[in-house]
């Protein structure tokens, strides 16, 4: 893409009601614009990146077998009377009438609806297990909307939902999420710590919130900092490794406000190991056996003839929360670098634009051609601006590599960099390699 062709609304000045800098750099580049309290457009910047993250998310998720599919954002109160937290979910709930005065609802999550399409649908244990997702909007009229999108009221959501007939074959499925979750924070280069949540009715430890460490996170995070060095790549996709991994990281300390207890932090961990920190919640998985398929009366034939409630997860992910907490991570000292699996572009070329400087732009074109043969999704600065203006713009975008055409280049050798390291001069041989690598 040319960079003069794009809807890209760069702002000069820091936004003044942005306090955390992931909202700061996307209204600066124009990745989201507020339409109101709470509620974004995603303009094309913003969208190309969340996309990337939905489809690693969804990758992982079909790793495991889960299956993808797509329910509805408005639902019918019915479900939700019958499960009992229509009243309960209070104002976080945004209730619509329609013409015929029937009560609605703008979906803040699915568990009473995939419940009521399960129920309709699976009979016997024979189809079980089973495991079901989708990524949609869903709606929660917060009391305090802040940060962007990383607590909006409209917000990208991946819920999962596993169907098992016993405890033991649901804690399966729970780990096979666990182990997929820490699969795609791992794409997206992020360390994302699970921490033992709030538990579900069978007690143990089957919940767990996904954490990333940042100063700017609203969770407050009290961990073992061994934790932290658990080699995720040794586990393998076995149910016995699966198992291993959940309880492996279940033996550090490892929690968030809720669950927090001075005393218990203080004999579980040696002062010098004690971690008290801030964290961004990225995801939330959860066990709560018959929970919804009691009350909804989601039954199925056990082997031994009786009917049994179908035990149940739930597992959700931000989506677009994630676009806010990569920012977050990687936005340091003025400069952005987007993780290669979810950069906007894989590499933008800055050419030096100017009167005395013709062969720059030509260069520039020819390279740009080569490259998008090669399907390399790249940019090309053809703004008529001086280097300085373009690096500092550069530097909010955030690709993580750059070709600069200008005077330092030669005959068949361009200087070459990575966001954060010193250039290179390289031939268009090897700059494909490095970006592809
Ligand atoms: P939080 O504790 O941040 O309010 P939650 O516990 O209500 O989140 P879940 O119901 O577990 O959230 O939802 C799953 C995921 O959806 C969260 O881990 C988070 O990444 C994302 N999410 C939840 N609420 C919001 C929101 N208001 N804005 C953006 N993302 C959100
Ligand atoms: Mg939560």
Not at 155 to 184: G, P, Q, R, W
Not at 238 to 257: G, H, I, P, Q
Not at 263 to 284: A, C, N, P, R
Request: aromatic letters at 10%.
């Amino acid at each position: 893409m040319l960079l003069s062709k794009i809807f890209l609304p760069l702002t000069k000045d820091l936004p003044t009601d942005a306090k955390i800098k992931s909202h700061q750099l996307m209204l600066r580049v124009g990745m989201i614009k507020q339409s109101s309290a709470g509620i974004y457009s995603w303009l094309p910047l913003g969208f190309k990146v969340m996309k990337k993250i939905e489809n690693i998310v969804r990758q992982e998720q079909n790793n495991i077998s889960a299956q993808e599919m797509l329910m509805p954002t408005i639902q019918s109160a019915d479900i939700w009377k019958e499960s009992g937290r229509y009243n309960e979910y209070g104002d976080e709930m945004l209730r619509i009438k329609d013409r015929q005065g029937r009560e609605m609802l703008y979906g803040p999550t699915n568990e009473e609806l995939i419940t009521e399409i399960f129920r309709s649908s699976i009979k016997s244990y024979k189809s079980l297990p089973q495991m079901l997702y989708h990524i949609q909007w869903k709606f929660r009229d917060e009391v305090r909307p802040r940060f962007g999108i990383m607590r909006c009221r409209e917000f990208y959501m991946k819920d999962a939902y596993s169907f098992d007939i016993s405890d033991e074959e649901a804690k399966k499925s729970y780990n096979k999420m666990f182990y997929s979750y820490l699969k795609i924070f791992s794409k997206l280069k992020l360390k994302a710590i699970p921490m033992a949540a709030d538990t579900g009715p069978i007690g143990g430890e089957l919940s767990h919130e996904f954490i990333i460490l940042a100063d700017t996170g609203e969770s407050n995070v009290y961990a073992d900092k061994k934790i932290f060095e658990i080699n995720t790549n040794k586990y393998d996709s076995s149910e016995k490794s699966l198992e291993k991994m959940r309880n492996d990281f279940s033996s550090f300390y490892a929690v968030t406000d809720e669950k927090f207890n001075k005393s218990d932090f203080d004999t579980k961990v040696k002062k010098d190991d004690q971690i008290s920190t801030k964290g961004i919640e990225v995801g939330h998985i959860f066990y709560f056996g018959d929970k919804y398929s009691k009350p909804l009366n989601c039954l199925v034939d056990h082997q031994e003839g009786k009917k049994v409630a179908v035990k149940m997860g739930s597992y959700g992910i931000g989506v677009s929360r994630l676009v806010g907490a990569l920012i977050e991570v990687n936005f340091q000292n003025n400069v952005m670098k987007w993780p290669k699996s979810v950069s906007p572009y894989d590499v933008v070329i800055i050419p030096n634009i100017n009167k005395n400087d013709q062969k720059s732009f030509e260069i520039a074109i020819k390279i740009y051609k080569d490259l998008k043969k090669q399907k390399i999704d790249v940019l090309l600065d053809d703004v008529d601006e001086n280097m300085s203006a373009k690096f500092k713009k550069h530097d909010l975008i955030g690709v993580p590599y750059q070709i600069i055409i200008g005077s330092r280049s030669e005959e068949n050798r361009f200087e070459f960099k990575e966001v954060g390291e010193n250039s290179i001069l390289l031939n268009l041989e090897e700059i494909k390699e490095k970006i592809k690598n």
